[in-house]
C-alpha cells in the first residue's frame, strides 16, 4: 500500500519561512512529476508547483521567487521551501506524486492528508 506523509507546516508571521515536505512509502516501481497543490478555505484546489522527473519545474505565478520545489527520487522525497511567506498563503497544503507501484504497472496519482499552512499578518 502506497503512501504519502507530509510535514512541516504550521504558524509562521508574515515574511517567515517554512519547509514542507512528503516522503512516499510502499511497493513504488517509479515517479514521475511531483507537486504541490493547496486549498484555501472555500476555494479550489490549485497547483503550487510541480518538478518532472528529470527536475524540470514549473509555479504558480502567485509563488514565484519565492517558493522552491525539489526532489530527491532514491529517497521518494520531495520539499517545497517557502519564503516570503503571506496571509494570502494560508491554505492546506497537499502533495501529489504520479507513480506506478509494482502492483498495478501503470502511473496513478496519489495524494497526502494535507499539512496546514498559517500565516499571521
Known amino acids: 500500500q502506497v503512501r504519502l506523509v507530509e510535514s512541516g507546516g504550521g504558524l509562521v508571521q508574515a515574511g517567515g519561512s517554512l519547509r514542507l515536505s512528503c516522503a512516499a512509502s510502499g511497493s513504488i516501481l517509479s515517479i514521475n512529476t511531483m507537486g504541490w497543490y493547496r486549498q484555501a478555505p472555500g476555494k479550489q484546489r490549485e497547483l503550487v508547483a510541480h518538478?518532472?522527473?528529470?527536475?524540470?519545474?514549473n509555479y504558480a505565478d502567485s509563488v514565484k521567487g519565492r517558493f522552491t520545489i525539489s526532489r530527491d527520487s532514491a529517497k521518494r522525497t520531495m520539499w517545497l521551501q517557502m519564503n516570503s511567506l503571506k496571509p494570502e498563503d494560508t491554505a492546506v497544503y497537499y502533495c501529489?506524486?504520479?507513480?506506478?507501484?509494482?502492483?498495478?504497472?501503470?502511473?496513478?496519482?496519489?495524494w497526502g492528508q494535507g499539512t496546514q499552512v498559517t500565516v499571521s499578518s
Open positions: 501529489n506524486f504520479d507513480l506506478m507501484t509494482a502492483k498495478d504497472k501503470v502511473y496513478s496519482d496519489y
Open positions: 518538478i518532472r522527473y528529470g527536475g524540470s519545474t
